[in-house]
């Protein structure tokens, strides 16, 4: 099993690959995410970080939020399952008027 974690406040010019090396030092890292913008392909400043679950990943929380990544200092925690979205892409139509 696998436990998903979030990571803020990123500089716009972080790679996936300075991610990765930051959280190997705690264990094997399954995966990087930077999350973009669909229409400018530009990160938002965040991403998921996906490692084998064990006491690694608290130890990479624990030393890594509030260190320093690319002149920012990051936020890092455990991710919270997506919340569920209406199919309107934006807000709820039916309680417009």
């Known amino acids: 099993m696998s436990k998903k974690l979030f990571?803020?406040?990123l500089s716009?010019?972080?790679t996936e690959g300075e991610i990765t090396q930051a959280f190997s030092?705690?264990?094997?890292?399954?995966?990087?995410?930077i999350i973009t913008d669909r229409d400018t392909g530009r990160s938002k400043g965040f991403a998921f970080v996906q490692?084998?679950?064990?006491?690694?990943?608290?130890?990479?929380?624990?030393?890594?939020?509030?260190s320093e990544v690319g002149g920012r200092k990051l936020t890092v925690n455990e991710a919270r399952p997506m919340?569920?979205?209406n199919s309107f892409g934006g807000s709820d139509r039916r309680n417009r008027y």
């Open 7 to 9: 990571v803020g406040n």
């Open 12 to 14: 716009f010019q972080t």
């Open 83 to 85: 919340e569920k979205r």
């Open 51 to 66: 490692m084998a679950e064990g006491a690694d990943v608290d130890k990479a929380m624990s030393a890594l939020n509030g």
């Open 25 to 33: 030092d705690f264990g094997p890292v399954e995966s990087v995410s």
